[in-house]
């Protein structure tokens, strides 16, 4: 089954602890990103990675790292969590041709992180 | 689950009723339009798309329309389920200097009325 998983699902931390979300896909597909999203606003790209070892800031790249080291898994980190880094987050991938690729890409489940 | 907004605007159908939910965009460059679901706890998924040379697309149960003067897109569901509740949001593509950018919409949370 085609998918992408995410880990943790949910996840309360404090201020500055580093934490690291997995993402992992099933699909060989080149594409892979990492969103955000909070209420009222739209999913906001964080930062994306167009192949291994290529990973390019997305519009909302503060305070995140990824790195690409294997096709499979892209992992979030955070270095020095803050408050306002609180929300819902989601991995996808896709295969990497431009726009009509976006209707092959699948959503990880999400990770629900909260920062005290 | 997952909430994905605490004030979506919210539209009620009876189940077996038509669905309808739009969108406004915003880049009238934008070539290309996505539909997506989200159901709680889980992430979002395609539904339907439709490239800007189109006006209309329809798939099971589903149509999308687009209108380019006003740049609005909406998305039809015919014969609306219990199934069916969900937030339903847009996505608008648009290439520029080589660059693809995606911009995700806020959403509308549909409920479907047994």
């Known amino acids: 089954e085609a998918q992408v998983t995410q880990n943790p699902r949910y996840l309360i931390t404090v201020t500055g602890k580093k934490l690291t979300v997995t993402c992992s896909q099933n699909?060989?597909?080149?594409?892979m990103s990492w969103y955000r999203q909070d209420p009222g606003l739209g999913l906001r790209q964080i930062y994306y990675s167009m192949n291994v070892e290529v990973t390019d800031k997305g519009d909302v790249p503060e305070g995140y790292k990824v790195s690409r080291k294997e096709k499979r898994n892209f992992p979030l980190i955070l270095e020095s969590p803050s408050p306002n880094q609180t929300s819902l987050y989601f991995c996808?991938?896709?295969?990497?041709?431009?726009?009509?690729?976006?209707?092959?890409?699948?959503f990880g489940p999400g990770t629900r992180l909260t920062v005290t | 689950g997952e909430s994905v907004g605490l004030h979506l605007p919210t539209l009620s159908v009876q189940e077996g009723d038509n669905s309808i939910i739009n969108c406004a965009y915003s880049?009238?460059?934008?070539?290309?339009f996505i539909w997506y679901k989200q159901e709680s706890g889980k992430g979002p998924q395609f539904i339907i798309d439709?490239?800007?040379?189109?006006d209309k697309r329809q798939g099971q149960r589903v149509t999308v329309l687009l209108n380019k003067t006003v740049k609005h897109l909406s998305l039809q569901i015919a014969a609306t389920q219990p199934g069916d509740s969900a937030v339903y949001f847009c996505a608008e593509n648009v290439v520029s200097g080589g660059y693809q950018k995606v911009t995700f919409g806020t959403g509308t949370k549909l409920q479907v009325i047994p």
């Open positions: 880049n009238s460059a934008s070539d290309y």
């Open positions: 996808a991938s896709r295969p990497r041709a431009p726009g009509t690729g976006l209707r092959e890409q699948y």
């Open positions: 439709i490239r800007s040379n189109m």
């Open positions: 699909m060989n597909h080149e594409y």
